[in-house]
């Protein structure tokens, strides 16, 4: 299988660069898996698109304002650090550029030197190793100086970071939002669970590995990234009740599709689990508990169009985004969404 065959052709002007004034007011094509009907709705639409008996599975997960500008010591040339994963007490991998100034050794500050970090290691793939020093506590100053790090083809600046939270958001740990969360409003949760629908939390800290692009010609070659998730029990028993009575177990986003798919069972029963994934789904991949997926859209050629071509087929997908090109559909983070069931 090859990455070309998961290419569309995306006008620029359609990559939205900030996100619309009301939520849920974002558009919200439908896919019918099963006959490859497309509909064109709005996201306030979509408990009505829900049955009594269905489950949502959310992620909680909370972005970190991770992205650090600061000045090289001494000299103060000016750099950028990016922090991805914490390795252990107050020291990070991350991305930094200037690369070729921010070797080990090199020292950097932050805000009024509120916060200071020295480069301690660079790692085989480019990023750094990074260890921090301040004073009180490392989230509160993050809170403070950190910006938002938005995906590279978003070029607008954020006006309110909480736009680029979900409302549910509880869990930090993310280099990225979950972006099909971004939709939803407590109004519209609350009208889902009237309708008898379950509300379940996992929790996914999304990598920026999200948006490494597909380099390899063959799907199967590519590396995936790993990333560390979290299963409640009572999320676990949420979905297994429903699947037990009949109801539909609906992933809102790629990131809570990769979660339960991750450590569900090959008869789709699910148990309380903890710990890092790669799973890398693609077209032949046999779903064992997702029913419905809610999802935006996504980038030509990524490991997200792949998963969502797996779950409603290749051909599909390609014309349902062809159709949302035609329909002047917003893509990407602060885009529209997708629900495909």
């Known amino acids: 299988m090859k990455t070309s065959d998961f290419y569309y052709d995306l006008p620029q002007e359609l990559i939205a660069q900030t996100p619309i004034q009301r939520r849920d007011a974002s558009r919200l094509m439908t896919?019918?898996?099963?006959?490859?009907?497309?509909?064109?709705?709005?996201?306030?639409?979509?408990?009505?698109?829900?049955?009594?008996?269905?489950?949502?599975?959310?992620?909680?997960?909370?972005?970190?304002?991770?992205?650090?500008?600061?000045?090289?010591?001494?000299?103060?040339?000016?750099?950028?650090?990016?922090?991805?994963?914490?390795?252990?007490?107050?020291?990070?991998?991350?991305?930094?550029?200037?690369?070729?100034?921010?070797?080990?050794?090199?020292?950097?500050?932050?805000?009024?030197?509120?916060?200071?970090?020295?480069?301690?290691?660079?790692?085989?793939?480019?990023?750094?190793?990074?260890?921090f020093e301040y004073e009180g506590i490392f989230l509160e100053v993050l809170d403070h100086l950190g910006k938002m790090p938005l995906p590279p083809y978003i070029k607008e600046e954020?006006?309110?970071?909480?736009?680029?939270?979900?409302?549910?958001?509880?869990?930090?740990?993310?280099?990225?939002?979950?972006?099909?969360?971004?939709?939803f409003t407590p109004e519209l949760l609350e009208k889902a669970a009237a309708k008898g629908v379950g509300i379940g939390y996992v929790t996914l800290h999304v990598g920026l590995g999200t948006f490494r692009p597909v380099k390899e010609d063959a799907v199967e070659d590519h590396p995936m990234h790993s990333e560390f998730c979290t299963i409640p029990q009572e999320t676990a028993d949420l979905i297994n009740r429903t699947r037990a009575s009949g109801g539909r177990c609906i992933c809102v986003?790629?990131?809570?599709?990769?979660?339960?798919?991750?450590?569900?069972?090959?008869?789709?029963?699910?148990?309380?689990?903890?710990?890092?994934?790669?799973?890398?789904?693609?077209?032949?991949?046999?779903?064992?508990?997702?029913?419905?997926?809610?999802?935006?859209?996504?980038?030509?050629?990524?490991?997200?169009?792949?998963?969502?071509?797996?779950?409603?087929?290749?051909?599909?997908?390609?014309?349902?985004?062809?159709?949302a090109v035609r329909e002047r559909y917003r893509f990407f983070s602060f885009g529209d969404a997708m629900f495909l069931a």
């Open 31 to 131: 896919l019918d898996r099963k006959t490859g009907a497309v509909g064109h709705r709005h996201f306030y639409d979509l408990p009505d698109l829900l049955n009594p008996g269905d489950c949502l599975i959310l992620n909680d997960s909370r972005v970190l304002p991770a992205r650090l500008l600061g000045q090289r010591l001494p000299g103060g040339g000016a750099c950028e650090v990016l922090l991805l994963t914490e390795k252990w007490d107050n020291t990070w991998e991350c991305l930094v550029r200037p690369g070729r100034k921010l070797r080990p050794g090199a020292r950097v500050t932050f805000g009024n030197g509120e916060l200071t970090a020295e480069i301690t290691h660079e790692m085989a793939d480019g990023n750094r190793l990074v260890r």
């Open 158 to 183: 954020l006006q309110d970071r909480e736009r680029y939270q979900t409302v549910y958001s509880k869990v930090l740990g993310s280099a990225a939002a979950p972006t099909a969360g971004l939709h």
């Open 253 to 323: 986003g790629t990131t809570s599709c990769r979660t339960l798919e991750s450590w569900a069972g090959e008869d789709g029963h699910m148990e309380a689990q903890s710990g890092w994934t790669d799973i890398f789904i693609y077209p032949g991949y046999r779903f064992k508990v997702m029913d419905g997926l809610v999802t935006n859209f996504h980038l030509p050629e990524s490991t997200l169009i792949m998963l969502v071509s797996a779950f409603a087929g290749r051909e599909q997908v390609l014309e349902a985004y062809r159709e």
